[in-house]
């Protein structure tokens, strides 16, 4: 690790209700580190924010789609699919598009010593 830190990237999960609106709100956070094997997931659903954007949301639906994104992360029996995967392989899988309803954004990168803390840090500039 540099004095700087290290490399990590990250995506905020966009929650979008209604894909033909194009309208989100953002549900968590996607973090990963190489030089750590750092992968996690924050996520918070502000169900009142949603129902703005759609009064008809399967909020328990978005939850479902957020808490899968935390067990891939987590690896192991709970991430499906991608169990057997590192977590570079995990983070890769989790930013592929594949649902509307809860959709991955752009990857960014940035400098950390300590991965979890700077997840919280994005959960809390990025989502709350």
Do not use: K
């Not at 029996?77 to 995990?90: I, L, N, S, V």
């Amino acid at each position: 690790m540099s004095a700087r830190g290290d490399v990590f990237e990250y995506a905020v999960l966009r929650v979008v209700p209604r894909v033909e609106r194009g309208e989100s709100i953002n549900g968590g956070v996607l973090l990963y580190s190489r030089a750590t094997s750092f992968l996690a997931a924050r996520v918070h659903l502000d169900e009142e924010r949603l129902r703005v954007l759609d009064p008809a949301a399967d909020v328990a639906g978005v939850r479902a789609a957020l808490r899968a994104a935390e067990c891939v992360c987590l690896g192991g029996a709970a991430a499906g699919p991608a169990a057997g995967d590192d977590a570079g392989r995990r983070f890769r899988w989790l930013i592929a598009p594949r649902s509307t309803v809860v959709q991955p954004g752009p990857v960014h990168t940035g400098l950390t010593t300590d991965p979890g803390a700077e997840l919280d840090r994005l959960l809390r500039v990025l989502v709350h």
